[in-house]
C-alpha cells in the first residue's frame, strides 16, 4: 500500500468516528427522552397521554421502516436545511442520527420497561414525585440494559455509516468502494475490512466491560 | 391541612436524633384523631378488565385503632392488597373514603398526597429496593426526595439502620444481602421518614421461617418502641397469630369477620374464617376421616369439635352432660396473643340427637364432625 493510501485510510477512519460519535450523540440527547416518554406515557404509565403515546409510537416505527439509503436520499432537502449542504461528513450525520434515535430509543425502552412495577410503586409510597421516580428509579435501575442497546446501535452505526458514501461522506466504506471494489484492490478492501473488525470489537469489548461493572452492584 | 404541616419533614421538632422515639407532641397534634389512625367509610372497588368488572371491595367500613398491629386476612383475591393500598393512595377506591388521621384523603392534591405518603411508611413482599443504589442510599432516599439537608439525612440513616439491626451493611448493594436483611432495609426505608403507620404488604412471604420470624419480632419491637400503627396484609394465618392484635378477614371484598385475634380465631363465626384457620387446627386422624358419615346408623358414634376461648373445659361436666361415655380422640391448647384457647375432638357413644345442645350449656363452640360407625 502506498503511502497516499495509508493517508487515505486514516482520513478516513476519522471521518468515520466523527459521523459515528456526533449521530451516536445526537441519539442518546433525543432518544432517551423519547424512550422514558414511550414508557411512561402509556395508559398505565407515571405521565399518562396515551394518544400522544400511539401517534409518538407510530412515527418511530415508520422511521424504523424506512432502509437506511432510501432515508439518506429522502431526507436531502432536510439535510441541506440543517447543514446547508447534501455532501461530505457533516451532510451524513443527518440521516445517521435520524436512523439512529428511533432504534436506540426502542431498545432503551425495552430496558426501561424491564424496571418492576412495585419498584415504582415503593419509591410512590416514601413520597417521590414523578421526576424522582425518572431519576432515582427508572433511569438507574435501566441503565446496564441501556449501555448495551446503545453499543449495540453503536455497532449497526458503524454499519450504516459506511453508505454514507453515497452521499460522498467519506468514510471507511467509501474507500472501500471507490478504491477496493471498483478498482479491484484487494489490499484495501482486506485493510477496510480489518479496521472495521478492530472497531466493532473494541466497541463491543467497551460496551460489555461497562455493563459488566453496572451489573456487578 | 393542619395534619400536614405537623407532620411537615422539615419540622426541626421532630428531628430527635438521639433517640428513635418520635416527639409525642407530632403524635397528637392533628386535627380530628390521633396520628396513626385509620378510618374506612364505605369503601369501595371496582376494576375494569376486558374479561368485565371485578368488585375487589364492597363497601368496607373498619376502623384501625392508633398503636394497633392490624392483620387483614384472605384468600387470595379477597382484596387484602387492595384495601392495604387505599391506605396511601397507591390505590383509589371507585367510591367511598379513607380517613387518615382524622383527614379525608381523596380530597389531597399531588402536595398533599406526597406528604401522607411521608406519614406513611410501606414494606413488600418482594423488598423493593434500588439495585443500583447502596443500603444507605436506599434508605436515605424518603429524606432526599424530601429535600432534608445532607448534614441531617447521615446520622438519621445510621439511627433507623441500627435499630433494624443493619449496622454494617451501610455501603453494600442489596444484592449482597440476604431475604431477611433485604426485608430489614425496607423497614428502615419505611421508618425513617418517622411515619405514624407501617403497611406491610405480605412482608414475609417471601421469607424463609427463621427469617419470617426475626422480622415478626422487629415488626412488634417497632410497633411496641414506636407506637407505630401498624397494618399488615398476609395470607398465612400464623402471621396473624403470632403479632396481631386485630384482624379482619375480608372474603370477596367484604368483611366477613372482624375483632381482637383471640376472639376471631378462639372462635370463628364464618366459614371464611375457618376455611383458612383449617391448617392451623389439629385434624382428624386419617383413620377416621376415611370412616366419616354425614347420617346417623344404629351404634355410630358421634364426633364433635369443641372449641372454647379462654377457659378450660371441665372434662367431668362434657361427660355429665352427654349421658354417655365420651372418647377424647384429640386435644390440645393453642396460645394466640397470650390467650389460651383449647380444641378437642370428642367421640361420643351412641349418644341422642339433643347432645349438642346439652353440651352447649358448658360454653365453648361446638361443631358437629359427622358420625363414625362402631366398628372398632
Given at each position: 500500500?502506498?503511502?497516499?493510501?495509508?493517508?487515505?485510510?486514516?482520513?478516513?477512519?476519522?471521518?468515520?468516528?466523527?459521523?459515528?460519535?456526533?449521530?451516536?450523540?445526537?441519539?442518546?440527547?433525543?432518544?432517551?427522552?423519547?424512550?422514558?416518554?414511550?414508557?411512561?406515557?402509556?395508559?398505565?404509565?407515571?405521565?399518562?397521554?396515551?394518544?400522544?403515546?400511539?401517534?409518538?409510537?407510530?412515527?418511530?416505527?415508520?422511521?424504523?421502516?424506512?432502509?437506511?439509503?432510501?432515508?439518506?436520499?429522502?431526507?436531502?432537502?432536510?439535510?441541506?436545511?440543517?447543514?446547508?449542504?447534501?455532501?461530505?461528513?457533516?451532510?451524513?450525520?443527518?440521516?445517521?442520527?435520524?436512523?439512529?434515535?428511533?432504534?436506540?430509543?426502542?431498545?432503551?425502552?425495552?430496558?426501561?420497561?424491564?424496571?418492576?412495577?412495585?419498584?415504582?410503586?415503593?419509591?410512590?409510597?416514601?413520597?417521590?414525585?414523578?421526576?424522582?421516580?425518572?431519576?432515582?428509579?427508572?433511569?438507574?435501575?435501566?441503565?446496564?440494559?441501556?449501555?448495551?442497546?446503545?453499543?449495540?446501535?453503536?455497532?449497526?452505526?458503524?454499519?450504516?455509516?459506511?453508505?454514507?458514501?453515497?452521499?460522498?461522506?467519506?468514510?471507511?466504506?467509501?474507500?472501500?468502494?471507490?478504491?477496493?471494489?471498483?478498482?479491484?484492490?484487494?489490499?484495501?478492501?482486506?485493510?477496510?475490512?480489518?479496521?472495521?473488525?478492530?472497531?466493532?470489537?473494541?466497541?463491543?469489548?467497551?460496551?460489555?466491560?461497562?455493563?459488566?461493572?453496572?451489573?456487578?452492584? | 391541612?393542619?395534619?400536614?404541616?405537623?407532620?411537615?419533614?422539615?419540622?426541626?421538632?421532630?428531628?430527635?436524633?438521639?433517640?428513635?422515639?418520635?416527639?409525642?407532641?407530632?403524635?397528637?397534634?392533628?386535627?380530628?384523631?390521633?396520628?396513626?389512625?385509620?378510618?374506612?367509610?364505605?369503601?369501595?372497588?371496582?376494576?375494569?378488565?376486558?374479561?368485565?368488572?371485578?368488585?375487589?371491595?364492597?363497601?368496607?367500613?373498619?376502623?384501625?385503632?392508633?398503636?394497633?398491629?392490624?392483620?387483614?386476612?384472605?384468600?387470595?383475591?379477597?382484596?387484602?392488597?387492595?384495601?392495604?393500598?387505599?391506605?396511601?393512595?397507591?390505590?383509589?377506591?371507585?367510591?367511598?373514603?379513607?380517613i387518615v388521621d382524622g383527614e379525608p384523603i381523596e380530597a389531597l392534591d399531588a402536595d398533599g398526597l406526597v406528604a401522607l405518603r411521608r406519614r406513611i411508611g410501606m414494606i413488600f413482599q418482594h423488598f423493593n429496593l434500588l439495585s443500583a443504589k447502596t443500603v444507605r442510599q436506599n434508605v436515605a432516599l424518603p429524606l432526599a426526595v424530601a429535600g432534608v439537608p445532607k448534614a441531617e439525612i447521615g446520622p438519621r440513616v445510621d439511627e433507623v439502620l441500627r435499630l433494624v439491626g443493619l449496622e454494617g451493611k451501610a455501603d453494600v448493594y442489596p444484592s449482597r444481602l440476604s431475604g431477611g436483611q433485604k426485608q430489614r432495609v425496607g423497614i428502615a426505608r419505611a421508618l425513617v421518614t418517622r411515619p405514624a403507620i407501617l403497611l406491610c404488604d405480605e412482608a414475609t412471604s417471601a421469607l424463609d421461617p427463621e427469617a419470617t420470624l426475626a422480622?415478626?419480632?422487629?415488626?412488634?419491637?417497632?410497633?411496641?418502641?414506636?407506637?407505630?400503627?401498624?397494618?399488615?396484609?398476609?395470607?398465612?394465618?400464623?402471621?396473624?397469630?403470632?403479632?396481631?392484635?386485630?384482624?379482619?378477614?375480608?372474603?370477596?371484598?367484604?368483611?366477613?369477620?372482624?375483632?381482637?385475634?383471640?376472639?376471631?380465631?378462639?372462635?370463628?363465626?364464618?366459614?371464611?374464617?375457618?376455611?383458612?384457620?383449617?391448617?392451623?387446627?389439629?385434624?382428624?386422624?386419617?383413620?377416621?376421616?376415611?370412616?366419616?358419615?354425614?347420617?346417623?346408623?344404629?351404634?355410630?358414634?358421634?364426633?364433635?369439635?369443641?372449641?372454647?376461648?379462654?377457659?378450660?373445659?371441665?372434662?367431668?361436666?362434657?361427660?355429665?352432660?352427654?349421658?354417655?361415655?365420651?372418647?377424647?380422640?384429640?386435644?390440645?391448647?393453642?396460645?394466640?396473643?397470650?390467650?389460651?384457647?383449647?380444641?378437642?375432638?370428642?367421640?361420643?357413644?351412641?349418644?341422642?340427637?339433643?347432645?349438642?345442645?346439652?353440651?352447649?350449656?358448658?360454653?365453648?363452640?361446638?361443631?358437629?364432625?359427622?358420625?363414625?360407625?362402631?366398628?372398632?
Amino acid at each position: 500500500m502506498s503511502p497516499q493510501m495509508i493517508d487515505r485510510l486514516w482520513q478516513a477512519g476519522l471521518d468515520t468516528l466523527v459521523m459515528v460519535a456526533a449521530s451516536a450523540g445526537i441519539a442518546v440527547l433525543v432518544g432517551l427522552p423519547l424512550a422514558l416518554f414511550l414508557v411512561t406515557s402509556g395508559p398505565r404509565g407515571i405521565f399518562p397521554a396515551p394518544r400522544t403515546n400511539r401517534v409518538i409510537g407510530t412515527l418511530v416505527n415508520g422511521f424504523r421502516a424506512v432502509p437506511f439509503i432510501v432515508l439518506l436520499v429522502a431526507l436531502i432537502p432536510f439535510t441541506r436545511l440543517v447543514t446547508g449542504t447534501t455532501i461530505g461528513v457533516w451532510a451524513a450525520i443527518v440521516p445517521l442520527a435520524v436512523s439512529a434515535t428511533p432504534f436506540f430509543a426502542r431498545i432503551a425502552e425495552v430496558s426501561l420497561r424491564e424496571v418492576d412495577a412495585g419498584l415504582i410503586e415503593a419509591a410512590q409510597s416514601i413520597g417521590c414525585r414523578r421526576r424522582h421516580i425518572l431519576a432515582h428509579v427508572l433511569l438507574p435501575e435501566a441503565l446496564p440494559g441501556i449501555v448495551a442497546g446503545f453499543t449495540i446501535t453503536l455497532v449497526s452505526m458503524i454499519g450504516a455509516s459506511a453508505m454514507a458514501g453515497a452521499v460522498g461522506a467519506g468514510g471507511l466504506g467509501d474507500v472501500a468502494i471507490r478504491y477496493g471494489y471498483q478498482r479491484f484492490d484487494t489490499t484495501v478492501m482486506t485493510a477496510v475490512i480489518a479496521i472495521l473488525i478492530a472497531l466493532v470489537c473494541l466497541v463491543q469489548l467497551a460496551g460489555d466491560t461497562a455493563v459488566r461493572r453496572l451489573r456487578a452492584r | 391541612m393542619l395534619g400536614l404541616a405537623f407532620h411537615g419533614i422539615h419540622d426541626p421538632v421532630r428531628w430527635d436524633t438521639a433517640s428513635a422515639r418520635p416527639i409525642p407532641a407530632a403524635r397528637t397534634a392533628t386535627a380530628g384523631g390521633a396520628a396513626g389512625t385509620v378510618r374506612f367509610e364505605a369503601v369501595s372497588k371496582t376494576y375494569r378488565s376486558a374479561s368485565g368488572t371485578v368488585q375487589a371491595l364492597d363497601a368496607i367500613d373498619l376502623a384501625i385503632p392508633a398503636g394497633t398491629i392490624f392483620g387483614i386476612i384472605g384468600r387470595s383475591g379477597a382484596g387484602k392488597s387492595s384495601l392495604l393500598r387505599t391506605i396511601n393512595r397507591l390505590e383509589e377506591p371507585t367510591s367511598g373514603r379513607v380517613i387518615v388521621d382524622g383527614e379525608p384523603i381523596e380530597a389531597l392534591d399531588a402536595d398533599g398526597l406526597v406528604a401522607l405518603r411521608r406519614r406513611i411508611g410501606m414494606i413488600f413482599q418482594h423488598f423493593n429496593l434500588l439495585s443500583a443504589k447502596t443500603v444507605r442510599q436506599n434508605v436515605a432516599l424518603p429524606l432526599a426526595v424530601a429535600g432534608v439537608p445532607k448534614a441531617e439525612i447521615g446520622p438519621r440513616v445510621d439511627e433507623v439502620l441500627r435499630l433494624v439491626g443493619l449496622e454494617g451493611k451501610a455501603d453494600v448493594y442489596p444484592s449482597r444481602l440476604s431475604g431477611g436483611q433485604k426485608q430489614r432495609v425496607g423497614i428502615a426505608r419505611a421508618l425513617v421518614t418517622r411515619p405514624a403507620i407501617l403497611l406491610c404488604d405480605e412482608a414475609t412471604s417471601a421469607l424463609d421461617p427463621e427469617a419470617t420470624l426475626a422480622i415478626l419480632g422487629l415488626l412488634r419491637d417497632i410497633n411496641r418502641r414506636l407506637g407505630i400503627t401498624i397494618v399488615l396484609i398476609t395470607h398465612e394465618m400464623s402471621v396473624i397469630r403470632e403479632i396481631c392484635s386485630d384482624v379482619v378477614v375480608l372474603e370477596r371484598g367484604r368483611i366477613a369477620e372482624t375483632g381482637p385475634v383471640w376472639r376471631v380465631f378462639g372462635q370463628p363465626e364464618h366459614a371464611a374464617t375457618r376455611a383458612l384457620l383449617e391448617p392451623l387446627s389439629r385434624d382428624l386422624p386419617e383413620d377416621l376421616a376415611a370412616r366419616l358419615r354425614s347420617d346417623r346408623t344404629a351404634g355410630a358414634s358421634l364426633l364433635l369439635r369443641i372449641t372454647c376461648a379462654g377457659e378450660a373445659l371441665d372434662l367431668a361436666a362434657l361427660t355429665g352432660a352427654a349421658g354417655a361415655p365420651v372418647r377424647l380422640i384429640q386435644a390440645g391448647i393453642d396460645r394466640i396473643q397470650g390467650r389460651a384457647v383449647g380444641r378437642m375432638i370428642v367421640a361420643i357413644a351412641g349418644a341422642a340427637p339433643e347432645v349438642e345442645e346439652r353440651l352447649r350449656v358448658l360454653g365453648g363452640e361446638i361443631e358437629r364432625i359427622g358420625y363414625v360407625a362402631a366398628d372398632d
